[in-house]
């Protein structure tokens, strides 16, 4: 398949979902094949908000640059590193780091969102609010059954389908790419408030728990994102808070700014990315966790990698991309997961870094793609043996 050849059917390429990851392939694939026309079908309308910590890390920001957002425009807060607080401790224990290069932005989804969908229109994209996707039937999958917003239901023909349909993906599951579900026990949820309230500090704040986690974005210069993690049970905001004594405390007396928006389960596993010639992307090709806050970043550079393959013409190089992107994404996510089920290891690893911050700072700038994950390895050693001295 090469990008002439993308040409003769009725859209060159169909874009389910105009989420973050949707918009941005649209974008990406305009830049790489200009003669492409794109359309995007959401079944929502604009502005489309979603449940989110809200913070894009330095290299997703760098992305969006490169797609033509004009980032210094957006209603949004920069972020300049990551601080970890566990008061689960006897004694709370603190590990702070900063990026190595360009902040992160905390930035509203809608008005991420927004920002996205001027760029879309500039590039020359097709934008279809409130059409659902009802389906990719046939066996070639070049077809989506779409209903309109006046409720008509018809046939679109594209040479190329990419669902970026989100977390729970229709698409991937009807293409039966949708991998095991996770056990209910180890099942993780989210759901975010926001507070109208100056951000205290410069960088993002990870309030940890037994099961349990809270972060802190600042998405303007008067408003704050509590986006919180958890596993194994329904809760809601309020009751969760109660076991984050520090953020409690924080927001005592503060105005909610926004209402209670929850998902989950969280983890979402795919058996591949590819089907014919259909791409999954962003939450709909897999998803570990929110964890360490870059479903955004992986969605963009994912973006970039898909625009790429098409520009090639051969879809494989995309899985090839996806699966490099993995390895850093992937592996860091489960290893900070891991810490979370194991909160006696957690303070003993808070307890080395906030001894050596440099070994923090590293691992965010392998986190931000500043470098590669080779470089965590002459650190190891070192961590391993102030984890042990610190016990
Ligand atoms: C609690 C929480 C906190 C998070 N915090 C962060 C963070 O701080 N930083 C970060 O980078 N990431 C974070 N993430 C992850 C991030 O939100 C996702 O990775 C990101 O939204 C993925 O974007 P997407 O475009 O793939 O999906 P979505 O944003 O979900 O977009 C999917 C779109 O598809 C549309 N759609 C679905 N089905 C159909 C259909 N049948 N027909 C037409 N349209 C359809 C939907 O309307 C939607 O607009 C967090 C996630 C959670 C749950």
């Known amino acids: ?84 607080l566990d008061s689960s401790a006897q004694r709370p224990l603190q590990v702070a780091g900063r990026f190595p290069g360009r902040p992160g ?71 039966g790419l949708a991998g095991r579900p996770e056990a209910p026990s180890r099942q993780r949820f989210g759901v975010r408030r926001h507070f109208a309230v100056a951000p205290w500090t410069d960088l993002v704040e990870v309030h940890w728990a037994l099961g349990l986690e809270g972060y802190v974005t600042p998405v303007a210069d008067d408003e704050i994102g509590v986006a919180l993690l958890w596993s194994g049970r329904k809760a809601r905001f309020e009751e969760l808070l109660e076991e984050l004594p520090e953020l409690r405390r924080r927001l005592a007396g503060t105005r909610a700014s926004s209402r209670d928006f929850g998902t989950g389960p969280l983890r979402q596993r795919v058996r591949g990315v590819v089907r014919g010639n259909v791409a999954l992307v962003g939450d709909a090709a897999g998803y570990v966790d929110a964890i360490t806050g870059e479903g955004l970043s992986v969605a963009l550079h994912q973006a970039r990698e898909l625009a790429t393959a098409v520009a090639a013409g051969d879809l494989s190089l995309y899985t090839k991309g996806c699966r490099r992107l993995d ?65």
Do not use: Y
């Open 1 to 84: 398949m090469t990008a002439s050849a993308l040409r003769s059917a009725e859209h060159d390429v169909a874009i389910v979902g105009g989420g973050p990851a949707g918009l941005a392939c649209a974008l990406e694939l305009r830049q790489a094949a200009s003669e492409l026309s794109v359309t995007v079908f959401d079944r929502g309308v604009p502005p489309l908000d979603k449940p989110c910590g809200e913070g894009i890390m330095p290299d997703g920001v760098h992305r969006l640059r490169q797609i033509g957002v004009d980032v210094e425009a957006l209603h949004a807060r920069p972020f300049c590193g990551i601080r970890w």
């Open 327 to 391: 390895r850093t994404a992937r592996g860091l996510t489960e290893l900070v997961l891991w810490l979370q089920r194991h909160p006696a290891i957690r303070r003993r690893a808070f307890r080395a870094l906030a001894g050596e911050p440099g070994l923090f700072e590293r691992f965010l700038a392998v986190h931000v793609r500043h470098v590669p994950p080779s470089r965590l390895m002459p650190m190891s050693p070192r961590l391993a043996w102030r984890m042990l001295s610190n016990g």
């Open 105 to 175: 932005l905390g930035v509203r989804r809608t008005e991420l969102q927004r920002a996205l969908v001027d760029s879309a229109q500039s590039a020359g994209v097709e934008l279809r609010w409130g059409w659902k996707v009802l389906g990719t039937p046939g066996r070639k999958h070049r077809c989506l059954r779409v209903r309109a917003p006046d409720g008509r239901e018809s046939e679109v023909r594209a040479r190329l389908v990419v669902a970026a349909d989100g977390l729970r993906s229709p698409v991937r599951r009807e293409l």
